[in-house]
């Protein structure tokens, strides 16, 4: 089995000097997958076939969206924005982001993970959504809980934020995402173990539930429209020509 690394524990965010780029922050270098990823001292996780994940009772803000990742040769799930996904088996969970966020959350003991997708930090509170990060947090970890999952031995991966236009920029979405989803952690005492965040380039996440190993693809930065048509919604066909193709680089 090839050795893993750890993760070094996460910097506050970087400020941006008088309006220019925020500060690149990417997520340390792992090594390549080992071939028993979900075997080890626990034995196998428990695995669905593609059949039986796509007959699952649909619920409101659940990836749905199943289908077989040849790359990593596993069933995998696909999270569009404002969606969320938790399972303790084996799969893979995969996300695109631009100016979003997706907090990989997992704990070790339980090896239940799972992903979000959120849009902006807050929205207004008649509006429960998982477009909006406040609630998008909420969700995820309560969905983890009914797992078995606890708080105390929870640890979070965190990705996006983004600044893939130009126009975006005196909104600052990206950072507000990401200060939002820093602060919500630390409040929640989950430590964020590694990020890959800010910056200008869109990227490709696939999280491993029941291992926690999460890896990131940066994507072109050629045609930044489409991923904000993606994120705004949620359209299935332009998140699949926007990561189709290339190997996953890991980080």
């Avoid at 430590?191 to 490709?204: A, F, H, M, N, Q």
């Amino acid at each position: 089995m090839i050795p893993q690394k750890s993760f070094p524990t996460s910097a506050p965010v970087a400020a941006v000097p008088n309006g220019g780029a925020p500060e690149r922050r990417r997520a340390p270098r792992i090594a390549p997958l080992a071939p028993d990823i979900y075997g080890g001292a626990h034995g196998p996780a428990p695995e669905s076939s593609l059949e039986e994940l796509k007959s699952r009772p649909k619920k409101p803000g659940l990836a749905s969206f199943f289908y077989f990742d040849h790359h990593f040769q596993y069933n995998a799930v696909k999270v569009l924005p404002g969606e969320y996904f938790v399972a303790n088996e084996n799969l893979v969970i995969t996300t695109v982001l631009g100016s979003c966020i997706a907090a990989c959350i997992w704990d070790s003991r339980m090896r239940v993970g799972g992903i979000n997708h959120f849009m902006l930090p807050d929205g207004d509170s008649t509006d429960v959504s998982g477009r909006y990060g406040s609630y998008a947090m909420e969700l995820l970890i309560n969905e983890m809980l009914k797992l078995g999952a606890r708080r105390e031995t929870m640890q979070a991966k965190i990705f996006g934020g983004a600044q893939v236009m130009h126009g975006f920029t005196t909104m600052n979405v990206g950072e507000r995402n990401t200060a939002f989803v820093v602060n919500y952690l630390q409040t929640e005492r989950i430590p964020v173990v590694s990020e890959d965040v800010l910056d200008i380039y869109p990227r490709k996440v696939c999280f491993f539930p029941v291992t926690g190993k999460a890896m990131v693809k940066r994507l072109a930065h050629a045609h930044p429209e489409a991923l904000i048509a993606q994120e705004r919604g949620g359209n299935v066909q332009t998140v699949v020509q926007v990561t189709s193709g290339g190997s996953i680089d890991l980080f």
